[in-house]
Every structure is written in structure tokens, then in C-alpha cells.
């Protein structure tokens, strides 16, 4: 029996389904919040203190300082032989949409043009190079939210100037013509768990939150590579990976998400997503061990 730290800032549904697995495997898992944390310089981090291993749920808002501390606890831990899923420099790259990028562009994976401004006139300039048809992402965030398409000068304009003003970066990408579909792969220890297809209805964006509906998918092997060197490149030993068809049958890395939600994915290619992951994080940890 392992005891795992479910490492979040809430109770919601994708901590209790890790607390039914980790319980039905015989474990014993307890919800450790992140705002909770705190450490000395020789003593090992509180409230981790005894677990087996921990699993990095969700991250909640806060300071710069606040966020960096958590992370440098999580990195403290880790060195004095805490299992950490995902280990904390690959959360630190995926929750970062522009790092991400950039790992994925050096590693020679596909990816969409991508600009990064702080200034409007800096990124109306980006905004024309990149085809004049853009989607505005928040540099932070998932599920889709906070995502804009814009193609008309005049709202890119208004939009980085609102955006410059409010002390917020201007992160845009190309617009992808798409199928109106695109694949979550859900990675973990190096192999492709389960994937599925991602289908939208009358929105360019195809997140199950935004209305999207969902099918198990087969994957060809050029497919599976390039999932599992996405989620190899940032580190991920778990990983929710999205891939974006364009227009010519090429594939996109649009996204690696270290906190992968997988409510959808469970049900719809029926896998116990939550026990995978408790059994790989017990066995990584056995094998430690042994």
C-alpha cells in the first residue's frame, strides 16, 4: 500500500475519481492543496511529509511568488526522492503556452506559426505576417477559454491595444483550416493510452467544453511517434496531447497539457483513466524502490 498526495486547489471531480481509484487499488490518497504548502530550508516540504508519491491535479491562481514557491517546493521534494506525476519543470513548461512552443519548435515538431508581443503596435505587425487571420490565446490557461479568432484588422487592433493596456501578453497563433476536428492522445510512462476524436459543431473549436462531441479513434503509427515525442519533449510522464489536422493532411501540435482532464476520454474509449494512472504511479515508484 503507497500513501499519494493528490496535489490540487479544489475537490472537484477529477481529484475524487483519483481518490476512488487510489482507494479501490488499495491505496491511501489525500487531497494536499496547494496553498497549503510550506517549507524550511533542511526540513522536507509540509504537508508532503510521508507520502509515497504525489499527483499534480490542478494548480490554482496566485502571486508570481506564490506560484514560483509552490513549484520550488514540488523541485525540493522531488530531490529528496518524492515521486512527483507530472514532475514539476514539465508543469512549468506546459502550463506556459509560449515555452511549450518553443520546446516543441526546437525538437523539429509541427507547429503553427506563433507570435508573442507585449506592445499592440508589435503584435499588429506579427498579426499581418501571420496571415491576418489569427486565434488570440491566453498564454495560461485550457479548455479552450479565453480563445479568440480574429481576421478583421480593425478588431485585431482594438483587441492588442485592450490587451497592452490591461498589463496582459499577446499571445497569437495562425488560424489552422481544419476538418472541424482534431485528436486528444493521452500519453503516459512512453505509451499511447487512449486516444479520441474531437468533433465540433458549428464552432472552429472542437474542446468537448465548448460543445465538442467525441469518438475512440485507432492511430496510425506516424500518429502515436508524434504524440509520444510531444509529450517527451516537455518532459510529461503523463500527458494529454492535441493534434490539429490542416488543410493538406498534415498534423499540428497544438497543445501539451500536463493536467490532462480525461472525464470525456474515460467514457468514450472505456477506460478506468484514474486507475492507469494510480497503477503508474505505484509501479513507477516500486520500481524505485526495488
Same mark, same amino acid.
Given at each position: 500500500?503507497?500513501?499519494?498526495?493528490?496535489?490540487?486547489?479544489?475537490?472537484?471531480?477529477?481529484?475524487? *475519481?483519483?481518490?476512488?481509484?487510489?482507494?479501490?487499488?488499495?491505496?491511501?490518497?489525500?487531497?494536499?492543496?496547494?496553498?497549503?504548502?510550506?517549507?524550511? /530550508?533542511?526540513?522536507?516540504?509540509?504537508?508532503?511529509?510521508?507520502?509515497?508519491?504525489?499527483?499534480?491535479?490542478?494548480?490554482?491562481?496566485?502571486?508570481?511568488?506564490?506560484?514560483?514557491?509552490?513549484?520550488?517546493?514540488?523541485?525540493?521534494?522531488?530531490?529528496?526522492?518524492?515521486?512527483? /506525476?507530472?514532475?514539476?519543470?514539465?508543469?512549468?513548461?506546459?502550463?506556459?503556452?509560449?515555452?511549450?512552443?518553443?520546446?516543441?519548435?526546437?525538437?523539429?515538431?509541427?507547429?503553427?506559426?506563433?507570435?508573442?508581443?507585449?506592445?499592440?503596435?508589435?503584435?499588429?505587425?506579427?498579426?499581418?505576417?501571420?496571415?491576418?487571420?489569427?486565434?488570440?490565446?491566453?498564454?495560461?490557461?485550457?479548455?479552450?477559454?479565453?480563445?479568440?479568432?480574429?481576421? *478583421?484588422?480593425?478588431?485585431?487592433?482594438?483587441?492588442?491595444?485592450?490587451?497592452?493596456?490591461?498589463?496582459?501578453?499577446?499571445?497569437?497563433?495562425?488560424?489552422?483550416?481544419?476538418?472541424?476536428?482534431?485528436?486528444?492522445?493521452?500519453?503516459?510512462?512512453?505509451?499511447?493510452?487512449?486516444?479520441?476524436?474531437?468533433?465540433?459543431?458549428?464552432?472552429?473549436?472542437?474542446?468537448?467544453?465548448?460543445?465538442?462531441?467525441?469518438?475512440?479513434?485507432?492511430?496510425?503509427?506516424?500518429?502515436?511517434?508524434?504524440?509520444?515525442?510531444?509529450?517527451?519533449?516537455?518532459?510529461?510522464?503523463?500527458?494529454?496531447?492535441?493534434?490539429?489536422?490542416?488543410?493538406?493532411?498534415?498534423?499540428? /501540435?497544438?497543445?501539451?497539457?500536463?493536467?490532462?482532464?480525461?472525464?470525456?476520454?474515460?467514457?468514450?474509449?472505456?477506460?478506468?483513466?484514474?486507475?492507469?494512472?494510480?497503477?503508474?504511479?505505484?509501479?513507477?515508484?516500486?520500481?524505485?524502490?526495488?
Amino acid at each position: 500500500m503507497m500513501r499519494i498526495a493528490i496535489l490540487s486547489g479544489g475537490t472537484g471531480w477529477h481529484v475524487q *475519481d483519483l481518490l476512488r481509484a487510489a482507494t479501490e487499488l488499495g491505496h491511501t490518497a489525500q487531497i494536499v492543496d496547494f496553498r497549503s504548502l510550506a517549507a524550511g /530550508v533542511e526540513a522536507e516540504p509540509q504537508p508532503l511529509a510521508g507520502f509515497d508519491a504525489a499527483i499534480v491535479r490542478t494548480v490554482p491562481a496566485g502571486s508570481l511568488e506564490q506560484v514560483i514557491f509552490r513549484m520550488d517546493v514540488l523541485h525540493a521534494a522531488v530531490s529528496r526522492g518524492l515521486r512527483v /506525476v507530472n514532475p514539476p519543470r514539465a508543469v512549468e513548461t506546459c502550463v506556459d503556452k509560449y515555452l511549450t512552443n518553443v520546446r516543441l519548435a526546437a525538437a523539429g515538431l509541427p507547429t503553427p506559426p506563433t507570435h508573442v508581443a507585449q506592445r499592440a503596435d508589435d503584435a499588429f505587425d506579427a498579426f499581418a505576417k501571420l496571415g491576418g487571420d489569427v486565434v488570440i490565446k491566453p498564454v495560461f490557461g485550457a479548455e479552450g477559454r479565453g480563445m479568440q479568432r480574429i481576421s *478583421d484588422r480593425e478588431l485585431a487592433w482594438r483587441t492588442f491595444r485592450v490587451l497592452e493596456q490591461t498589463g496582459q501578453l499577446i499571445y497569437q497563433q495562425r488560424f489552422v483550416l481544419h476538418p472541424g476536428h482534431d485528436l486528444r492522445v493521452f500519453v503516459m510512462g512512453g505509451e499511447v493510452r487512449a486516444a479520441m476524436r474531437r468533433t465540433s459543431h458549428g464552432d472552429w473549436r472542437t474542446n468537448v467544453a465548448q460543445g465538442g462531441t467525441t469518438e475512440s479513434v485507432e492511430l496510425s503509427d506516424n500518429v502515436v511517434s508524434l504524440a509520444l515525442r510531444a509529450a517527451a519533449v516537455v518532459g510529461c510522464d503523463i500527458a494529454g496531447v492535441d493534434l490539429l489536422p490542416g488543410p493538406n493532411g498534415e498534423l499540428f /501540435v497544438i497543445e501539451v497539457n500536463a493536467v490532462p482532464g480525461w472525464k470525456a476520454l474515460a467514457v468514450t474509449c472505456g477506460i478506468d483513466i484514474a486507475k492507469e494512472i494510480v497503477r503508474f504511479v505505484a509501479s513507477e515508484r516500486e520500481d524505485i524502490r526495488g
